[in-house]
Structures are given as C-alpha cells and as structure tokens.
C-alpha cells in the first residue's frame, strides 16, 4: 500500500526533473567561441573522417547544379562538425552538407543535415533544411530557418527552398566570390551569437573568450526541448514539412 501511495510523488518528481536539471546542465556545459575558426580540408581529407551519408549528400547537390565551393571543419571541446559548401551562381544560392557529433546533453549524437541558403539585398535570409533538431535559439526577424525533419532527398528539400524564395519580391544578394564563400559561414556563427546576445540568451564572458548561456537563455533553450514541449514542437515541425513538401510538389528545379 505504501508503495502505490508514493507513486505519484515519483511520477511528479520523473516529470518536473527534465525541467529542473534541463537549464543547470546548458547553463554549465555550454561554450561557444567568440571567434569561431573554420579549418580548410581537401576532399580526401573530409571525406576519410565523415560518413557515406555525407558522400551521397554531396553528390546529390552537385546533381541540383551546385558547385563545390569549399570544405571546413570545426572541432572544439564537445562537438565536431565538418561542412561541405555549395554555390549556385546562376540563382545567387548557396547549400551545404553537414555532419555534427556532439556530446552535449539532447543533441549528443551523430546528426547529418542539409541546407540551402538565400540572403535578400534587404537583410532578409531564407534558409532551408531537413534538420531534425528543434530550433532552441532566439527566433530573429531577418532570418527565417524553415526545418523538413525526415525528408532526405535533397530535390524535394530544394524545391520547399524554392517555394518559400520564390513569394519574395525583394532582390537577391549576389554571392561573394568563390573562394570567399568559406568566410561566409565563420561570419553567420558570429553574427548568429551576437544576435543571441541582443536577446538575452548569451553573454560575452571576455576571460574566456567565449559565448556562454544567461540564466534566462539555459531555461528558455532546454524547456524547449523537454517532454512535453519538445514532443510537440517537433510534432509542430513534422505537420509544417509535410504542408511544404505538398505545397512544392508541382515546381520543375
């Protein structure tokens, strides 16, 4: 009898624990460069240390008509990323091909994604990607992140980016050249945080030299990730992908 009277005690304490230890875990164990450093390899390089998946990703670009730009890598103390950018010319886009491990909290694991990018003459950026990680930074105006969590095959997640570009009446950016498009991507990951920063989410710790969480940020960053926000968030994404990959079925790319 005393066992299934302390039943909810422990249902309570398994449900608010997530909430509780979610923030002091981000608040501790994150840490971002300020200067975040992107390091050039050739393709045999990136190629031995990242996945097939990451081969087959890359050769599906180059079929949408993408351009091999550059390859990066990035590796601190809990994560490791490498990148291979894209660009196209003739629209003024640009893409990727990623492959992050990481060993902090939620997004620990091995996460493959791909992206297309259009920035505006106004400031306005379209980004589009099949991530299947729930955004948990501050949303910002300018830069609209439109996630297809499940959608693999890179035409169809081109063909959302196209459907969302195409309402835009505003004039696209011309690309920089070619060989500085791999500053491209250490200059986003600045201004990225210094826009965190604006929204009360980071804070500059100069003794370190590096991004780290405020309060407010570690609470707001893990909440949306804990059951059940997390479950709907993602639920949330899942119905929005599918009415976007419906909705730009019929575009020839």
Not at 164 to 193: C, F, H, N, W, Y
Not at 197 to 209: C, I, Q, T
Not at 237 to 243: L, V, Y
Request: proline residues 6%; hydrophobic residues 45%; glycine residues 6%.
């Amino acid at each position: 009898m005393d066992f299934f009277l302390g039943l909810p005690f422990f249902i309570i304490v398994a449900v608010l624990l997530p909430w509780i230890a979610g923030p002091i875990a981000v608040y501790f164990t994150n840490e971002m460069p300020a200067l975040p450093e992107f390091f050039p390899l050739v393709d045999d390089e990136i190629e031995s240390c990242t996945s097939p998946a990451f081969i087959e990703r890359s050769r599906a670009m180059e079929s949408l008509g993408f351009e091999q730009a550059a390859n990066l890598q990035w590796i601190t103390g809990k994560s490791r990323c490498f990148t291979r950018l894209f660009y196209r010319p003739s629209t003024n886009e640009c893409s990727q091909v990623s492959e992050i491990t990481s060993s902090v909290g939620v997004a620990s694991g091995v996460h493959h994604y791909m992206e297309f990018i259009t920035e505006f003459e106004d400031g306005l950026e379209i980004d589009t990607n099949n991530s299947d990680l729930s955004g948990v930074l501050a949303p910002v105006l300018q830069k609209q992140i439109h996630s297809l969590p499940g959608v693999e095959d890179a035409a169809t997640v081109y063909k959302v980016h196209r459907y969302l570009t195409g309402d835009i009446r505003g004039q696209v950016k011309p690309l920089p050249a070619r060989d500085r498009i791999a500053k491209m991507i250490g200059m986003e990951s600045a201004r990225t945080l210094r826009r965190q920063v604006e929204a009360g989410y980071f804070y500059l710790d100069h003794s370190r030299g590096t991004y780290r969480p405020t309060a407010l940020g570690a609470v707001l960053m893990s909440w949306k990730l804990v059951w059940p926000a997390g479950m709907i968030r993602k639920g949330l994404m899942r119905r929005k992908a599918s009415r976007l990959v419906r909705a730009s079925a019929h575009l020839a790319i």
